[in-house]
């Protein structure tokens, strides 16, 4: 059963947008919004389809009291794209700053999405 962590965002209406790039870190943040989805943290949102301009997604964005979000490296990609589309990121994280070293490995390391995971929650907790 997954435990719910909080935000300390102060919203019930928080978006998730991770990077879900090409490395090991952009692929943890993927998995890191699907698990705080799961939490009850925020709802995962599409980054690429903000990109896109996509109207649904652009109005359940516009919609988000908090948007949250998730890059794997300082290319900050997930948020230069929410802010080019106009929105304002409330939290930023970066996972390759929690520890993880961005490399090309696809096989995702278990210990690293456990501890990105935990870092990601205490950022989230905190204010």
Known sequence: MAENTKCACG??????FPCAGASNAGQ???KIAIELEKQEVGNMMCTVGIGARAAG?????EAS????AIDGCPVNCARKTLELAG????R??????LGIKKNKDKDLKEEEVSLALEKV???LQAE
């Open 92 to 97: 930023h994280i970066v996972i390759s700053e």
């Open 121 to 123: 929650k205490e950022i």
């Open 28 to 30: 943890i943040s993927n």
């Open 87 to 90: 929105f304002n990121v409330d």
């Open 65 to 68: 009291e908090k948007l949250i």
């Open 57 to 61: 997604i652009m109005k359940s964005a």
């Open 11 to 16: 919203s019930a209406n928080v978006a998730i």
